[in-house]
């Protein structure tokens, strides 16, 4: 009922051409924003034969199957015209063989007559079917458990030392006066200008020279001090009120344990902001890890995406599915931290 | 024990100063009010005092030992803030027991030291709500709370009561001063009202620009100020300032009973009676203010010199008509040409 009165909500009591408007931009937005993620989850359950058949259905569509006496694997099966029957009446039939436009069927229900079939005069028999195997598989036959920890392990690694990192910066930032802390802000803020591609070789460099190549702190460590994160934690910790701190320093409490009991609390809310765009990035991150990771077990599951588009043959299939459950977590945590994530948006002029 | 002594304390922020050479001793117990105009640097030598800053030149001594480099935690002093700074994360309970866990003091030992405080200042029922489920007059039982529970030396207070209305102002001063009585400890409090000055302190200290102006009891300082500034300050309505000329032109006979070097005399509106015609001040009324017991007459006399007076509510004259005005015997403060009392 909620849903309802949410969907045909108005701007005034009576439905205005301005209310027409917006559902049908809001119709077309979602339409050409949703379809093609829908798609790819449609897809991604679809066999190899379905993807690859033209004109492509929306649905995943496989050809239905069924066992044969005499016949070791389950026989394909077709709708064929049933000169019995009358005209327009139709029987389905298993196809047993195939050689060039005949095919060689047979009736589940007598398997022992078979009947000599032209390919055109026949149709096959289409059931929806979700193929879970493409899931199933990518734990099965793939390394792909090991992507999803490598991935898993520096998403929450590198968020972990960014908000302490980044938060720590900023404490000291906002809170302590020492010569230079307007040229230190501003050179962190500077680096915001430069291009990550600029840095790419560079940090490629250092990486190989300190022996972190292949390994997944080498993706770790060169992320974990961002300037958005600290010019976004720095804002938000120049509101708490010095006062406090002074009341902290009166009760005893030692500096660290002033960051620690005091700031950091305080600061929570643009601590998850800064996690939510710590996850994002990293679990999506691309090109840091190709220039760092090599080896194919140490992977991420961007790499391992990247990895499955064999220069002949890529085996879609798979690769769908593993695309779908890339996009989850991002997902999830934008249906669930939207609000966070807009007023962190909001709040520090970045994405 | 714990007293305080303040050598020449001088503070500089960049290249204005802000405190200019204070000295200052308070004794064991003392409730020492620092008041004064805004800006006359009396929060910045309560922060001096509690160490969250540093003098620019000049000592403070806690029990006579120099506390100038001992940091603010170990100092022994506990601070009230104007605006409370209660952690807004914590409960009542873990804002007072913040300081004690601090200090590695055994946790039912904790619970035992607050728990007290929170019965004498009447929080038993809110030790586990949070500030802002707090009025104001809560929130600051809180802070002070907070600065009981550690039993420090010396209690600072930074204008505490400034942000309460003016109803529990009055009722938290009086427990203010039940609670110095009952802890017998040495206070010092910063305000700029001069009634809370009056009404808390044993002695206060009046500053301006960054220089003291008068240290005494609240009596002495009402009755004896020692310049045009603090007789100004101190007392409500404000002490009246009229030039010798315009007191020579009424009252002959009291102007020259007055010591040499006098330049102006300040006269108290409450201590202004009203005269025979021709045998004292003549005020012209302006504005009359109805008080209840007694109303406020504002005027001028002759030369333009404006003029306040307190007088019986029946009384009252008619605006526009002329008051005829003499002090009460003794009442009368002579100050020198450069405001000092003569």
Redesign the interface.
């Known amino acids: 009922m909620n849903v309802l009165a949410f969907l045909t909500r108005t701007r005034g009591r009576r439905l205005d051409w301005t209310d027409a408007l917006t559902y049908v931009y809001l119709v077309v937005g979602l339409f050409t924003m949703f379809a093609p993620v829908a798609w790819l989850v449609m897809s991604s359950f679809k066999t190899e034969a379905a993807l690859a058949q033209f004109p492509p259905t929306f649905l995943p569509y496989t050809q239905k199957t069924v066992a044969v006496p005499g016949h070791d694997k389950p026989l394909p099966l077709f709708r064929v015209a049933d000169p019995a029957g009358g005209p327009g009446a139709t029987r389905e039939l298993a196809q047993v063989s195939r050689i060039g436009i005949m095919a060689t069927m047979v009736d589940p229900a007598s398997p022992q007559q078979t009947v000599q079939v032209n390919i055109r005069e026949r149709q096959p028999v289409q059931e929806i079917r979700f193929e879970a195997s493409n899931y199933t598989d990518l734990f099965g036959k793939f390394t792909f458990g090991r992507y999803l920890w490598n991935s898993t392990f520096i998403t929450v690694v590198a968020t972990a030392l960014t908000l302490l990192v980044n938060s720590m910066a900023a404490f000291a930032l906002s809170k302590y006066r020492f010569p230079g802390r307007n040229a230190v802000f501003l050179l962190i803020i500077a680096t915001l200008m430069i291009p990550p591609t600029i840095s790419l070789v560079p940090v490629f460099l250092v990486i190989n020279s300190v022996g972190l190549l292949n390994s997944l702190w080498g993706v770790i460590l060169p992320a974990i001090a961002t300037p958005t994160g600290v010019f976004l934690l720095r804002q938000y910790m120049l509101t708490i ?1 010095d ?2 701190l ?9 500096e660290w ?1 002033i960051y620690w ?2 700031i950091l ?2 600061s ?1 809310p643009a601590l998850a902001v800064l996690a939510i765009f710590s996850v994002m990035w990293r679990w999506n991150d691309f090109l840091l890890p190709l220039i760092v990771l090599s080896k194919s077990e140490v992977f991420t599951l961007q790499l391992a995406l990247n990895s499955f588009q064999g220069e002949l043959n890529t085996q879609w299939h798979y690769l769908l599915a593993m695309t779908v459950i890339t996009l989850l977590p991002v997902t999830l945590v934008f249906a669930f931290l939207q609000r966070h994530i807009t007023t962190g948006i909001a709040s520090a002029g970045v994405k | 024990m714990a007293t305080l002594e303040l050598r020449s304390i001088v503070k500089t922020f960049d290249r204005t100063t802000v405190i200019r050479g204070v000295d200052l001793q308070a004794a064991h117990g003392d409730f020492v009010v620092l008041v004064g105009p805004s800006g006359c640097g009396k929060s910045t030598l309560l922060r001096i005092i ?1 160490g ?1 800053e540093s003098a620019s030149t000049g000592e403070v001594l806690i029990d006579g030992q120099r506390v100038n480099e001992v ?4 100092r022994g ?3 009230v ?3 409370y ?5 914590m409960t009542v309970y873990a804002n007072m027991a ?2 004690l866990e ?2 590695g003091v055994d946790k039912r030992e904790i619970r035992r030291l607050v728990d007290a405080a929170a019965q004498m200042l009447r929080l038993d029922g809110l030790l586990e709500r949070k500030p802002t489920q707090l009025s104001g007059g809560q929130r600051q039982r809180v802070a002070i709370g ?1 600065a009981i529970v ?1 039993d420090p030396k010396i209690f600072l207070f930074d204008e505490p009561l400034s942000n309460l209305d003016a109803e529990l102002r009055v009722s938290m001063r009086a427990e203010l001063r039940e609670l110095h009585r009952r802890l017998g400890a040495t206070m010092v409090y910063v305000t700029h009202d001069q009634v809370e000055a009056m009404t808390l302190a044993d002695r206060i200290v009046v500053l301006r620009d960054g220089c003291i102006e008068q240290t005494g009891t609240p009596r002495e300082l009402y009755e004896r100020p020692a310049n045009t500034f603090v007789a100004g300050f101190i007392g409500s309505p404000r002490m009246n300032f009229v030039p010798l000329a315009a007191l020579r032109a009424g009252l002959p006979g009291l102007a020259q009973g007055l010591p040499v070097g006098t330049h102006e005399v300040g006269l108290r509106p409450e201590h202004l009676r009203p005269a025979p015609a021709g045998q004292g001040l003549a005020l012209t009324v302006q504005a009359t203010e109805y008080l209840g017991a007694q109303g406020l007459v504002r005027g001028t006399l002759a030369g333009g010199v404006r003029l306040e007076a307190l007088v019986d509510a029946q009384a009252l004259p008619s605006e526009g008509g002329t008051l005829w005005l003499a002090p009460e015997t003794g009442q009368v403060h002579a100050f020198g040409a450069d405001g000092a009392r003569v």
């Open positions: 009120p006062e406090l002074e009341a902290a320093r009166m009760d005893h409490a030692s344990r009991r005091i609390p305080l929570a | 509690a969250l940091g603010a935690a170990d002093c506990a601070m803030f104007q605006s700074a209660l952690y807004p994360h913040f300081g601090n200090a907070r550690r």
